[in-house]
């Protein structure tokens, strides 16, 4: 009998963080390969940015089904941002991280 891997939610909310996204990504991802035992998703909640930040996460979105992107109509928020993205996680547990990765990812 084969049990399902634990999967991690790790949900990023952004504003105007087009300059940080792909560094972020790739530093997730690199940091989760090393994680065998561990499954993962990446939410980015896009808080109605004016730059090119949800063209950068919708792009990645379609190109690494790891990552899951979403954007609101108006800024909701810092606080509501990360709520929502909790709730349209899929992981068994799920974490917020900063788009500028100044929290180590350790951490997790």
Known sequence: MMLNKPKLSVVIPVLNEAD??????KTVSDFFKSF???DYEIIFT???SS????????SLSKNDPKIRAFRFSKN?????SILHG????????A????????DPLEVI
């Open 46 to 48: 896009d808080n109605c």
């Open 36 to 38: 065998t035992e561990v």
């Open 20 to 25: 940080n996204i792909l560094k972020t990504h």
């Open 51 to 58: 730059d090119q930040t949800y063209e950068l996460i919708e």
């Open 86 to 93: 909790f709730k349209m996680s899929k992981g068994d547990i």
């Open 76 to 80: 909701i928020g810092y606080q509501l």
């Open 95 to 102: 974490v917020q991280l900063d788009c500028d990765l100044q």
